[in-house]
């Protein structure tokens, strides 16, 4: 049994009041600068040092109040802080606690009187333990840890206690916490849970025990740590005994860490005000900061073998419980008698408890009993337990530290800002340097500007004269021209008179011709008169031919004679013919030659009578023209002439002009210059002044300088720490920028991806539609952090950036293996997506083709989408179908689960419902899971159990009607398939998808003929959860559909 101690008789029991004082030469040190015991601001209590212990009893359960063979051992006296312990009717023991809170007393009453006082002591700078201790199944875990989901007056004391911090927390101070289980024997992380067996370590300087491997969360709200809670409780082993369904196999350890700026400066003890050393020899006070940590506790319940029914595996893990509570009671014992030796390092537990009993911290200590009788020597050595845990004192101790780190920034930027005034003084004064010799040279350059000048127009004038002369020569030239033209002229004149005279000839020549026609004519009409008379000579000899034919019957003797007569005139007649037409064709020969000769003739005379027109015409223009021309030239030379004499006159008054011009520039050139050598001589004397001035300044600034430097010199021992630290961080840079482009095991995306999520948190996401804030540092240790922040901070998010589009495929994948670590950071997520970063990494998943850096670069974009914003800027720029590709493209399980988780986290938006499915990511998601994976496999349920949440809640708020997105993809066929699966996070998820997925009625058809509706009926009596029972139940219950086939059944 854990706390074995035997039971005391009434004569050993302590005093009402104990209180005990260890001696000062046994209490530890801090070796802090400033780490002082202050006195303690409970100068009231008598017993502000001592463990306080309170004792809460439990209300009978439901098997206590139906077994009539065991009454109530257990009677409370809370006004007077005593519990009597009834053995028999006859014999009792009374046992006196700081406080005793009956059964009704309320999570509000219990936290107030428990641990208020040990969070506010926490707040004021000092460590602070709240402890539950008690037999299994008396509610320890519901004291401690309870979420309140229905009423949020049911919320154990973790909650409340965080509350509390962060109301009293300002904006420069820092809250973080770790979660960590005690399970046989080995230090697990339960916000981690892949770190296991995590080592204990102890500083052997200062005596202070940290666990350095567990992950270190920064907490941001209240809603924030609800998550990490639940997260953490899922994470913790459980099991169902015969004394408590849910029986904590772990002891659970909530450390909280705060860090404050003592901004005022308490009152302390005079003797210690007079060696107060938080000011400098300038008297500048100096900035400090108290460092405190609270551990809450949740202590395994002790148990009895024959009453649990451990056995197997159980029975090993009640022994782990029971070694390490023994341990923790030795301690006690141990502390309570003074004792020379503590057994510390006889357990984990009490190894990590040092400070709690004996040590520096305030510690508060609640035990849990049970009112049964049937539990007597549970409770017995419960109670003695904790009147032992009562003799302990401890002395309590300020964790205050000098800021250093924040001094020498501002020093720094003291020393910055001088040199910067001192490097502007002299940027000035080269200005105004600078601005004299650019006026000296632009006057001289003005002065040879306008000699140049000069000498142009004197050159121009000097080129126009030359112009006019050859101007005037031309013009005698074209006048001589115009002279040969003239003679010319009068050439072409006689020669037209000449043609006039041939003229004349024609016309004679013409009536000759004329004469001769006359005569051909006479001579045709008189060859025509023969041809008529030849043609009636025919035709009368025609006439005998006939008559001789006729005579020829009568007179046959004569017939030889008229035929030799008539071959005779045919003959004759036939010659006639032959002239006669040869006549005809001569007749039509002249004929056609008298025409052609006629129209030649009257076409002579027309061109003739024209040519003669024209020539006249001709002459008259020409004679007109050339008069005219004449004219002109004669008054243009004029013109010339009185022209030429006003240019000479002109040049004359030029040159008298550029003379006087000179002159008046030479005397204007030489005032001028005298001018500004009295500027010049004025302006250099200003400036020496200004100089002599400036020097004195830099001098006084030099003298600050020294005294700064001088000052910092002085602080150089008190340093000695602090430079240790950088030198430690800068081996530490060096060893991960050698580290970080070979080991995957640093490149981690936020963990576990929201992966457990309760019914009743806002872990899915919140109503207001807003995401689960991220965990920046649940796989990425303290140290890592810390390394890769000062690489960002040195390279520059933007430099690293760059390197995304390196042809290195090396480089490529160092500088996306540090952007995954910076994602996993929120401060860091806007930033690298203002520059780019976002752009980039998409812009790698869709042209790499290493595996690598496709791994590494889904893990860096699921980061992002813990982010709402950044959820709708992946989706509206191709983001989930590039992971989508990215899926259907590899069957590596960390790849997939990379690719797994950015969708899972994606599918927590219902703004992006639509476009997922469209993008092909839903399909995408439900396809990762072939691979078997366990690990992708989660994060697939993670995702529909996110869509389907969200989805519901439309449905619920009238934003979306029909049936579900999923059941379209057959979403819910994967989901029946797998309900059985042996992950206990991933059949929770499961099984809220399918619960969600239910409430909306158009999918019960689905549910019916898929066999959703038996997997429901199966969860909403058998799951291992019971609000996801309850919640099962709730949507048989209230569905139509559900209820007229369960009638039907």
């Not at 259907?888 to 988780?901: E, F, N, W, Y």
């Amino acid at each position: 049994m854990a706390s074995s101690g035997r039971v005391l008789q009434k004569s050993e029991r302590p005093p009402s009041s104990v209180r005990s004082k260890v001696p000062i030469s046994n209490s530890r040190r801090s070796v802090t600068p400033t780490s002082r015991t202050r006195p303690q601001p409970l100068d009231t209590d008598p017993e502000s040092e001592r463990v306080r212990v309170a004792v809460r009893l439990r209300p009978r359960n439901s098997e206590e109040l139906l077994d009539a063979d065991y009454s109530d051992c257990v009677e409370l006296q809370p006004e007077l802080k005593r519990l009597n312990l009834r053995k028999n009717n006859w014999s009792s023991e009374s046992f006196k606690f700081d406080e005793v809170l009956s059964e009704s007393a309320s999570q509000k009453r219990v936290y107030e009187v428990v641990a208020k006082p040990v969070v506010e002591s926490v707040l004021d700078g000092y460590n602070g333990t709240i402890m539950a201790y008690g037999q299994t199944g008396t509610g320890k875990t519901y004291t401690l840890g309870s979420v309140g989901k229905d009423d949020a007056s049911g919320r154990g004391i973790m909650i409340r206690a965080l509350e509390d911090i962060i109301t009293n927390a300002s904006v420069s101070d820092t809250v973080e916490i770790s979660y960590l289980q005690l399970y046989m024997e080995a230090v697990q992380d339960l916000l981690a849970p892949e770190k296991i067996n995590i080592p204990i370590v102890e500083d052997a300087k200062i005596g202070e025990v940290s666990v350095p491997g567990a992950a270190i969360i920064k907490i941001t709200n209240l809603d924030h740590f609800l998550q990490l809670l639940q997260i953490g409780e899922t994470n913790r082993h459980a099991a169902n005994t015969k004394m408590n369904t849910e029986s904590s196999r772990s002891h659970a350890i909530l450390m909280v860490y705060i860090r404050r700026s003592a901004h005022e400066k308490e009152e302390i003890d005079v003797s210690y005000q007079g060696n107060d050393s938080t000011t400098n020899r300038h008297g500048h006070h100096l900035p400090t900061i108290r460092k405190s940590k609270l551990l809450i506790v949740d202590l395994a319940g002790s148990e009895r073998i024959n009453k649990s029914g451990s056995e197997g595996h159980l029975l090993e893990e009640a022994k782990c419980i029971n070694l390490s509570l023994t341990s923790l009671g030795k301690c006690i014992n141990a502390l309570a008698e003074h004792s020379p030796h503590i057994p510390t390092r006889d357990s984990k537990l009490t190894r990590l408890l040092r400070d709690s009993f004996g040590g520096s911290a305030r510690t508060s200590l609640i035990v849990t009993i049970g009112p049964s009788s049937r539990h007597y020597a549970e409770t017995t050595s419960t109670i003695m337990f904790g009147q032992r845990a009562m003799k302990v004192v401890n002395t309590v101790k300020l964790k205050e530290e000098f800021d250093y780190e924040s001094l020498c920034r501002t020093l720094e930027n003291q020393v910055d800002h001088l040199n910067a005034e001192i490097d502007r003084q002299q940027k000035l004064r080269e200005k105004d340097n600078n601005e004299i010799e650019k006026k000296l040279k632009e006057f001289q350059k003005s002065s040879a500007e306008a000699e140049k000048s000069l000498v142009v127009r004197t050159e121009f004038l000097e080129k126009e004269n030359t112009q006019l002369k050859s101007d005037t020569k031309g013009l005698v030239k074209e006048l001589d021209s115009l002279k040969e033209q003239n003679s010319m002229l009068l050439n072409e004149i006689t020669r037209v008179q000449t043609s006039l005279k041939n003229s004349k000839f024609l016309e004679k020549e013409n009536t000759r011709l004329e004469l001769m026609l006359n005569d051909v004519l006479k001579d045709l009409n008189i060859q025509k008169d023969h041809n008529d008379f030849m043609h009636s000579e025919v035709a009368r000899l025609e006439m005998n031919l006939k008559n001789s034919k006729l005579q020829q019957l009568e007179n046959s003797t004569y017939q030889k004679l008229l035929a030799d007569t008539t071959q005779m005139y045919e003959k004759k007649i036939a010659d006639l013919m032959k002239q006669l037409e040869n006549e005809c064709a001569r007749s039509d020969n002249a004929e056609e030659q008298l025409e052609r000769m006629k129209k030649q003739l009257s076409d002579a005379e027309k061109s003739l009578q024209m040519e003669n027109a024209g020539y006249q015409r001709a002459l008259a223009e020409t004679t007109r023209m050339y008069e005219e021309r004449i004219a002109e030239l004669n008054q243009q030379l004029e013109d010339e002439h009185a022209h030429f004499d006003g240019i000479e006159e002109q040049l004359h008054s030029t040159k008298k002009l550029l003379n006087d011009n000179q002159n008046a520039v030479k005397i204007y050139e030489e005032k001028e210059i005298l001018e500004l050598r009295m500027r010049l001589e004025e302006m250099h004397e200003a400036a020496v002044h200004e100089l002599q001035q400036l020097n004195m300044e830099y001098k006084n600034l030099q003298l600050e300088k020294e005294g700064l430097s001088d000052e910092l010199h002085t602080m150089r021992q008190n340093l000695q720490v602090e430079e240790k630290r950088r030198k430690q961080a800068e081996n530490e840079l060096l060893n991960i920028k050698k580290i970080v482009p070979e080991s995957e095991d640093a490149i981690e995306v936020k963990k576990p991806y929201m992966q457990e999520i309760s019914k009743g948190s806002s872990a899915f996401h919140k109503e207001q539609g807003l995401q689960v804030p991220s965990q920046s540092r649940d796989s990425i240790t303290g140290g890592h952090k810390s390394t890769i922040a000062k690489i960002c901070e040195e390279v520059g998010i933007p430099k690293i950036l760059s390197l995304l589009t390196s042809r290195d495929i090396d480089v490529q994948i160092h500088a996306v293996k540090v952007v995954a670590n910076l994602a996993a950071e929120d401060i860091n997520q806007e930033k690298i997506v203002q520059e780019g970063g976002l752009d980039a990494l998409l812009a790698l998943l869709e042209s790499s083709q290493n595996p690598t850096a496709l791994r590494v670069a889904s893990g860096a974009i699921a980061n992002l989408a813990m982010n709402e914003m950044n959820q709708g800027l992946i989706t509206s720029k191709g983001g989930a179908q590039l992971l989508a590709n990215i899926a259907s493209k590899t069957d590596d399980p960390q790849t997939l689960r990379m690719v797994a988780g950015a969708i899972a986290n994606l599918c927590g938006n219902e703004k992006l419902h639509v476009m997922l499915k469209e993008d092909g990511a839903i399909k995408a998601l439900l396809g990762m899971a072939r691979t078997g994976s366990a690990d992708v496999v989660a994060q697939v349920a993670r995702g529909l159990a996110n869509f389907a949440k969200c989805e519901s809640r439309r449905i619920i708020q009238g934003y979306w009607r029909g049936r579900s997105l999923l059941i379209e993809d057959g979403a819910l066929s994967w989901l029946v398939a797998n309900g059985n699966t042996t992950s206990t996070s991933t059949r929770r998820h499961i099984e809220l998808a399918i619960c969600h997925l239910a409430q909306n009625e158009d999918n019960a058809k689905y549910f019916v003929s898929s066999g959703g509706f038996k997997e429901l009926i199966e969860i909403s009596n058998s799951s291992t959860r019971d609000d996801i029972r309850s919640l099962a139940k709730k949507t048989i219950r209230l569905s139509p559909s559900f209820q007229t086939v369960m009638r039907a059944e």
